[in-house]
Every structure is written in C-alpha cells, then in structure tokens.
C-alpha cells in the first residue's frame, strides 16, 4: 500500500515532507538529498507527471528516511560515543514515528515527540546569524599589540567600531556612531560579557576585541554545531520534574523545576588533562563533612613525592592513611569541603564543595581533577532538601560543619545530565557563546561534513532504502 500517494496524487503528507526538505538548510543541514533532481521532476513539473506512482512512493520514503536521519537522528551512536558524548542518545524509530505521521496526517508533529526547545531557540539564532551574514556580517575592530583596555569616558576609533559591532548583534538598540565611550556602550559591552563567557566590568580588554572579531561564519558554525547536539538528546530528558544540569562550558550548574532554571550557581570542572566526563546519573544520597578519599594517581604522582621531601606531609595536610590509602579528612579545609552530592557512576564524577572560593570568580574554571566543584554548595544542599521534613537550614550547617562524615540518602533521586554546549539560548532568548574548553566543536564541524559527504557519495538508489 502506498505511503505518500492516493492513486496518482500525493497526500498531504508528501507534500509537507517535500516542504520541510526544501527548508533543509534552516535545521543547520548541509548535504543533498541523493536524488534531488528525480524528486523536484515531480514537484515542479506543471502538471505533475506521476507515470510510475509506484516509483514516487518509493523515492519519497526515501526522503523520509534521509530527513530524519539528517534531522532528527544525526551523528550515528557510535561516533558519538567514541567522541566521549556519553549521555542516552534517544531512539528514533522511523517505522514508528511513520506510523505516527500518517495516522495523525501531520508531519509537525514529528518535531515536538523528537527535538526539545533548546534546538528551536538555536534555529532561530541561526536564522538571525544568517541574516547578519547575508548583509555583510560586522566589520574587523583594529587592535594593537599589547592593547591597553579601554574605559568609560576613552575616546577612540576603535571604541566606535565595539559600538557598530554590538549594534549589529543585538547588545546596543541604536548606533549613535559616538567615538567616546559612554554609559550606553558601558552597558551593552556588560552585556556581550555576561553572553560570551566573561567576567562582567566596564573594561574593554583585548581578550573582549578577539571574541568580537571571531567571523559571523564561524559563529554559524558554532550554532550549527550545537544544534547538532541537541538532535542526540530526547525532549524527555527536560521535562522531568526536576532535574540538574551542568553546562561545562558555560562552568554553570542549574536545577530546573517544571522546565524553570530555579538553582543557578558557578562550577569549577575538569582540565584538558583530566576532562569532565559528559555523561548523566541519578542523584542518590548526599554526604555531609565528607573524607576526601584521593585517587590512586595523584597520591603516586602528588603526595608520595611530596613525602619523600616532608615526613610530616600528611598532618600538616590533615590527610592520613587509611587501608593503605590516602584520605583527608572533614574539615574547612577539605579539598571536598563541607559537602558533596552523589550520584554514583563509572566514572567516579560527583558535585561538591570548595574551600578554594576564589576559583568561582575566575573566567578560567576547568580547573579540577574532573569532579564539578559547586560555587553555592550549601544552596544547592538547602534547594534539594527543601521539601524534606527532616532537614532545616539550621541542621544542613550543623551536619556540614559537623567535622564527622555523615550520609543522607534522598527521598526522590534526581537525574543530572553533565552536557557540553558552547552555544546556548538562555530563558530571555539571548543567545550565550562560551569558550570551547575541550576543543571539540571543530572536530563535530569535521563529522557533520564528513558524514554527510558519505552519504552523497554512496549513491543509494531509492528501493534500497526499503526493508
């Protein structure tokens, strides 16, 4: 029985289908459709000549087959894992999500069992970037070696040049051309900080000029490459209750309850030597005034050689040994310090305290062994527990500061989902980049050109897509 056409005419949903792939290009797609030419023969051709419906119905699975792929489905399983992307992938199932489209005769509805919100928010920045491309993108701001930062009140060539560029970006409303920097560019260029990864001040540092000079293509690219990622993601995931997200890139962590960010608190995570794993648990207990219990690494690499040189290493660390191995313990200024959140995985990866604060200020936060240090460790603790009878803001401090390890499973565990995005459409809609700190957004640029290339040049004919 044919899928598409109703005797010699296409349904509705054909004709639907044909329309989205003409928009392919809007989802951040690339590639072409192997039998292009075959397919706009019977679109364009007025009338429409159907001599072998049986031909069109075949070829218009196989667009089907090649837009979810492309769409919905994205980078195959296994690259992704090689490429260290260890959260769920979602299943798409073609057959199943056919059976939907034709029964309900809505193509749409595809889109919303299949792609969360954060993919839509990105498509329509995509749309925006393209459209700043299209007029010409934004000019080169003239910088000079050992650029001294500008402040409010400097006049100068390239301070007018900041004001055009956040103009064309969104960050100023108007463009008065002015050379001095004013209150207006003061708050617009707080602004581009805050949605670009810095430290917000008044000071336009050399470091600000690099990030505006990065090209509108290169920005697409940024977006395009995200987008992906947001295709190996199920909507489900985001529509708990509540869950925990991390973001390494952004060094942020949130709750969010009923889809609204309610916790929001800076992060410390993994260097490039020992990278934060992206991957996601469920949140089962916490453990107050924790022993830090040191992996066997840094006690060979760390504290051995350091006791070769100091035999009271250990005291002066508040560290002892403990069956054979190293642990600190409880205390202010435990490496864990006052608590951690736990939610027991493969990897050995948990949220916890600091007693190193001012890591939370820097713009630079891959700073850790791997595990992701909480800014707002003890709200985080007051945020879980607050629903819990058992627990008030005065017993959270007294176990924290207890100095005796003490461990409290929750009532309802919670999932967190440690992700990797380096650009983000916020609550407001204004679109964040952040420092790829891993550098892995070239190399996805690389697969999505890559497999996409393969596909093409396989040539598969269209019945070989049929089971």
């Known amino acids: 029985m044919p899928l598409w056409m109703d005797e010699k005419e296409i349904r509705q949903q054909g004709n639907e289908l044909y329309n989205k792939f003409l928009s392919i290009e809007d989802e951040g797609i690339y590639s072409t459709f192997p039998y292009q030419p075959q397919l706009e023969e019977i679109f364009n051709t007025k009338p429409r000549k159907l001599h072998n419906p049986t031909e069109a119905d075949l070829l218009l699975t196989s667009l089907y087959l090649y837009y979810v792929d492309e769409v919905y489905h994205g980078l195959d399983p296994n690259t992704t894992t090689k490429l260290g992307w260890l959260l769920p992938r979602k299943e798409v199932e073609p ?4 059976d939907t489209i034709i029964a309900d005769q809505q193509l749409e509805q595809a889109d919303s069992l299949l792609l969360f919100n954060q993919y839509y928010r990105l498509r329509d920045a995509l749309k925006h970037y393209r459209t700043i491309e299209e007029k010409g993108g934004w000019g080169m701001i003239e910088t000079e070696e050992n650029q001294k930062p500008f402040r409010p009140r400097d006049s100068a ?5 900041v004001r055009e560029r956040l103009f064309i970006t969104g960050e100023l409303v108007t463009n008065s051309r002015s050379a001095v920097y004013d209150e207006e560019l003061a708050e617009a260029v707080q602004k581009y900080q805050i949605r670009n990864g810095f430290i917000a001040d008044t000071l336009i540092r050399a470091q600000h000029l690099a990030s505006m000079n990065v090209p509108v293509a290169e920005r697409i690219r940024d977006i395009v490459v ?29 709750i969010f309850k009923e889809g609204k960010a309610v916790f929001d608190s800076p992060v410390v995570v993994g260097d490039q030597m020992t990278k934060t794993v992206i991957f996601g648990g469920m949140m ?8 830090w219990n040191l992996p066997q690494s840094i006690i060979d690499n760390e504290v051995i050689p350091a006791m070769k040189k100091d035999k009271d290493y250990l005291k002066k660390h508040n560290m ?8 600190q313990l409880p205390g202010r200024y435990n490496s864990l310090g006052l608590v951690k959140f736990m939610f027991p995985n493969s990897n050995d990866i948990y949220l916890h305290d600091s007693p190193a604060k001012s890591l939370f200020k820097k ?50 565990e919670i999932p967190v989902y440690i992700g990797y995005f380096t650009t983000w459409v916020d609550e407001d809609g204004h679109l964040n980049f952040y420092k790829d700190v891993y550098n892995r957004d070239e190399r996805r640029a690389e697969l999505l050109v890559q497999g996409h290339n393969q596909m093409i040049a396989k040539g598969t004919r269209p019945h070989e897509f049929i089971d």
Not at 157 to 161: A, D, H, L, P, V
Not at 363 to 376: F, L, N, P, Q, T
């Open 320 to 327: 002892e040994w403990n069956n054979g191995q190293v642990r």
């Open 363 to 412: 713009e630079d936060r891959a700073k850790s062994h791997g595990c992701v240090r909480v800014g707002m460790a003890r709200d985080l603790a007051l945020s879980l527990l607050q629903d819990d009878e058992n627990w008030t803001p005065q017993k959270i401090d007294a176990a924290m500061r207890a100095g005796k390890e003490t461990s409290y499973s929750l009532k309802k």
């Open 284 to 291: 089962s207990y916490i453990v107050f005034s924790p022993y």
């Open 226 to 254: 995200n987008m992906e990622r947001c295709r190996w993601i199920s909507p489900e995931i985001f529509e708990a209750d509540q869950f925990i997200f991390v973001n390494i890139p952004a060094y942020r962590m949130n």
């Open 157 to 161: 060539r390239t301070i007018q040049q």
């Open 95 to 98: 057959a199943v999500l056919l």
